[in-house]
């Protein structure tokens, strides 16, 4: 009776994102972190497309895909029926992304007078447009995609963006919403060197290692969605100067994506392909090196986890990265496409282990400094309480 009479205290929350599990990429993570945090303040409802069956504690409405995708991606059917009647039922919405979900929430939360807020994961202009191999459609997309964002982001209340740089950004594109700058988080206790691990979770890393044949081998890594903008084939040119001149060293990369990147992977010789995983802390723990060669990002989650593992990180200098980053200290930065500085960044980590273990553990400690899940919850709640009551 009294945990009832709590849940009627607390206000309604709908979280509309055109992203969520099982599809797991950044927008899921940070779901799946901060959903367990804002329930103890707020009633929560998800909408969200239908990625296939995944477990909740949450009331979660499902919205089927379309027929119809970018790159990797497929997004939700538009139902503004099914939206403008959940919108109707809460007292605030929370919109993470700017697909058929989250415009559409955003929309009807503007007719209904309901306090919305959004985060801004990415910079849409320039990663939709990146998501297509397609020259034409890609000019298209960028202006579009430009005015798109301005439209929308614009009728929200309140923005909360990742980065300071990222605010500006957004800033720049004449969207005058008020902002507010929130970091991502990492859970430490799951993102650690395998030495921090207890004995059990070292056991079962060893028998992953064995496995994949990894045992004796030099592993350079890296996880996330397989798609166009993370420019993989980048990461693969430098791996093949890298076999040129050793025998020992394997690229594994974790993750799912588009059709053409699986093949290109799977046909490249000592590269392991592993689909994507709730466990992606157990296969970090298997490099030796993390590799970033993205063409655009925000904060890169799978950036901040490969760190908080204790790796050295190489990544190309965009977003916030290039902000927490500091070359040769705690990480390197390589200019876009660079390939061959990639490989001789990672023959120099390689050739010396002391380096590489120095800059691991400065990534790690700059990690715990400054990215925290709580933090990042806490955050919200605040953002989300600063709200108007409409």
């Known amino acids: 009776m009294e945990q009832k009479k709590e849940l009627q205290k607390k206000r309604k929350l709908l979280i509309a994102t055109d992203n969520f599990l099982p599809r797991w990429d950044g927008i899921s993570r940070f779901l799946n972190e901060i959903l367990p945090l804002l329930a103890t303040e707020y009633e929560l409802t998800i909408v969200a497309p239908n990625f296939g069956k995944v477990k909740t504690d949450f009331t979660v409405k499902k919205i089927e895909l379309s027929k119809y995708g970018l790159g990797d991606y497929k997004s939700a059917k ?93 800033s720049w594109q004449k969207i005058h919403t008020k902002k507010k700058v929130v970091y991502l988080g990492v859970n430490s206790k799951s993102f ?20 994949l044949g990894l045992k004796g081998f030099y592993v350079v890594g890296n996880h996330g969605r397989l798609a166009e903008e993370k420019d993989l084939f980048t990461l693969i040119r430098a791996f093949s100067w890298l076999t040129k001149k050793y025998d020992d060293v394997r690229l594994v990369i974790v993750g799912d994506g588009t059709e053409q990147i699986q093949k290109k992977l799977k046909a490249t010789k000592n590269v392991i392909l592993v689909p994507r995983t709730n466990e992606v802390e157990k296969y970090l723990n298997l490099f030796d090196v993390y590799v970033t060669t993205s063409l655009t990002e925000t904060t890169s989650l799978a950036t901040l986890e490969a760190m908080a593992s204790g790796l050295p990180v190489i990544s190309t200098p965009v977003g916030f990265i290039k902000e927490y980053i500091h070359n040769n200290y705690n990480g390197f930065l390589i200019e876009i496409k660079d390939n061959y500085t990639i490989y001789k960044t990672i023959n120099l980590l390689k050739n010396n282990p002391e380096l590489a273990r120095k800059i691991g553990q400065r990534a790690r400690k700059s990690i715990l400094k400054q990215f925290e899940w709580k933090q990042t919850a806490e955050g919200i709640l605040e953002a989300l309480k600063s709200l108007p009551k409409k």
């Open 78 to 170: 538009l139902k503004p029926k099914i939206i403008k009647e959940m919108i109707k039922k809460t007292d605030l919405v929370f919109t993470q992304t700017i697909g058929p979900i989250g415009a559409t929430a955003v929309f009807y939360a503007k007719k209904y007078k309901k306090p919305v807020t959004s985060f801004i994961h990415n910079i849409e202009w320039e990663l939709i447009p990146m998501a297509t191999k397609n020259i034409i459609l890609r000019r298209l997309l960028y202006p579009f995609m430009r005015i798109y964002c301005r439209f929308i982001y614009n009728k929200s209340d309140l923005l909360i963006l990742p980065s300071e740089g990222t605010s500006e950004i957004i």
């Open 192 to 211: 650690m060197p395998e030495k921090d691990r207890n004995e059990k979770e070292q056991n079962e890393i060893e028998k992953l290692r064995e496995k």
